[in-house]
T-cell receptor
Framework: GENVEQHPSTLSVQEGDSAVIKCTYS??????FPWYKQELGKGPQLIID?????GEKKDQRIAVTLNKTAKHFSLHITETQPEDSAVYFC??????????FGKGTTLSVSS | ETGVTQSPTHLIKTRGQQVTLRCSSQ?????VSWYQQALGQGPQFIFQ???????GRGNFPPRFSGLQFPNYSSELNVNALELDDSALYLC???????????FGPGTRLTVT
């Protein structure tokens, strides 16, 4: 079955810097890759997603890139702000219905 | 537009007991998925319901069961609770064929 690995597990940046989180997946049939932000005491919030027929997608300060050949995808956050501090999860969906999640990255943005 | 809601927010049960968790899907979404999130981990897929039928299941034993109702709301039932069942249980709703799954706030279950 699908396996998703996520790095780093923790990331600390200064306000205004960029942050990059990377994930790899194992199932070449996976075709949908969402990213979620989870704040303390809340459920995961979908922040951006990408499908396998697209290499890059951007939404304001957030962008996601996908390399199907290497089976990895990345989240890029530019001009980070303290409110970006949270746990970020990548996920992949293969032929089935399940989203398979990485173990998460705790992002801390200090002002 | 109403988001995904879950009840209760917290509950404490004793090992061996049974529990029912409830979820109301986002307006217009007819597919509901349930996930278990242990502390410090990513969510793990339990199962999905579409048109009141189970439509995919993860690696969870049969004592985890579910229902979906005609209004698309859903229940997760867990029998014979074990200490390792302590976790945040998340419900997510979506439209079939569309990738986005939208999560509720979760139910924090503690088994003692």
């Amino acid at each position: 079955g699908e396996n998703v690995e996520q790095h780093p597990s923790t990331l600390s940046v200064q306000e205004g810097d960029s942050a990059v989180i990377k994930c790899t997946y194992s199932d070449s049939a996976s075709n949908y890759f969402p990213w979620y932000k989870q704040e303390l005491g809340k459920g995961p919030q979908l922040i951006i997603d990408i499908r396998s027929n697209v290499g890059e997608k951007k939404d304001q300060r957030i962008a996601v890139t996908l390399n199907k050949t290497a089976k990895h995808f990345s989240l890029h956050i530019t001009e980070t702000q303290p409110e970006d501090s949270a746990v970020y999860f990548c996920a992949a969906r293969g032929a089935g219905t399940a989203l398979i999640f990485g173990k998460g990255t705790t992002l801390s943005v200090s002002s | 537009e109403t988001g995904v809601t879950q009840s209760p927010t917290h509950l404490i049960k004793t090992r061996g007991q049974q529990v029912t968790l409830r979820c109301s899907s986002q307006s217009g979404h007819n597919t509901v998925s349930w996930y278990q999130q242990a502390l410090g981990q990513g969510p793990q897929f339990i199962f999905q319901y579409y048109r009141e039928e189970e439509n995919g299941r993860g690696n969870f034993p049969p004592r985890f069961s579910g229902l979906q109702f005609p209004n698309y709301s859903s229940e997760l039932n867990v029998n014979a609770l074990e200490l390792d069942d302590s976790a945040l249980y998340l419900c997510a709703s979506s439209l079939p064929g569309q990738g986005g799954q939208y999560f509720g706030p979760g139910t924090r279950l503690t088994v003692t």
